[in-house]
């Protein structure tokens, strides 16, 4: 079945074992946000290790202001956030040692659900993913097509990193909205954008409401 729209086709599709699927299969740019999450973005969060640098930027603040901006455009937005479990990470990995000890980011806690003060428009999609890569989840199955991703994160060495190389290698060209990220300090933050300059061009949140 297909309905059609001014500059886009959504689709509803079955896929075995789990729900419909909406598909968004469009030209015009998409939003990603990632890991704004109870234990990623709040100061009680069991992996909240860039939660001063989250205060001090006012991330959510700009987070909140990108994500309107979007939806003010019609463009979709993806609040992309990790969730796992003992399997879902490599055994060797110092990330799945990180989070497993302090029972962080685990499938089916109130630490995964976004965090107060992230505003979620009704017409949002929210998509758990088991790796660093906001590619490594449904994605794809509502975003068959698009010519512009944004993306913003938190960490900006982790989940941001990992989803920009990606598109990079996908052929998706990128923009990083800067302001609405952190790491867990300024230096790390800034070296990596500096490094993911050469993949994609950074913007901030009040060039993407004018």
């Known amino acids: 079945?297909?309905?059609?729209?001014?500059?886009?086709?959504?689709?509803?599709?079955?896929?075995?074992?789990e729900d419909l699927v909406l598909k968004w299969e469009t030209d015009m740019p998409a939003l990603i946000a990632l890991d704004y999450i109870n234990d990623m973005v709040t100061e009680t969060g069991k992996a909240a290790i860039a939660y001063p640098e989250v205060a001090r930027r006012g991330v959510i603040e700009?987070?909140?202001?990108?994500?309107q901006?979007?939806?003010?455009?019609?463009?979709?937005?993806f609040f992309v956030n990790i969730a796992v479990d003992a399997h879902c990470l490599p055994a060797e990995s110092q990330?799945?040692?990180?989070?497993?000890?302090?029972?962080a980011c685990q499938i089916g806690t109130p630490g995964v659900e976004l965090a107060p003060g992230v505003i979620r428009d009704?017409?949002?999609?929210?998509?758990r993913r088991y790796r660093l890569s906001a590619f490594r989840s449904a994605l794809m199955s509502y975003l068959t097509s698009?010519?512009?991703?944004?993306?913003?994160g938190v960490s900006t060495s982790l989940c941001v990193s990992s989803t920009v190389r990606e598109a990079f290698?996908?052929?998706?060209?990128?923009?990083?909205?800067?302001?609405?990220?952190?790491?867990?300090?300024?230096?790390?933050?800034?070296?990596?954008?500096?490094?993911?300059?050469?993949?994609?061009?950074?913007?901030?949140?009040?060039?993407?409401?004018?």
């Open 122 to 127: 009704q017409r949002d999609i929210v998509l």
């Open 95 to 103: 990330l799945r040692t990180a989070l497993s000890v302090g029972g």
């Open 62 to 67: 700009k987070l909140n202001k990108s994500t």
């Open 69 to 77: 901006a979007a939806r003010d455009r019609g463009w979709k937005v």
């Open 1 to 17: 079945m297909e309905v059609f729209v001014p500059r886009c086709i959504l689709m509803l599709s079955i896929r075995l074992g």
């Open 146 to 152: 698009v010519e512009l991703l944004y993306v913003c």
């Open 169 to 210: 290698e996908r052929n998706i060209p990128v923009k990083i909205i800067e302001d609405a990220c952190a790491a867990e300090s300024q230096d790390i933050h800034e070296t990596e954008i500096k490094v993911l300059s050469m993949l994609a061009e950074t913007v901030s949140s009040d060039q993407l409401i004018q």
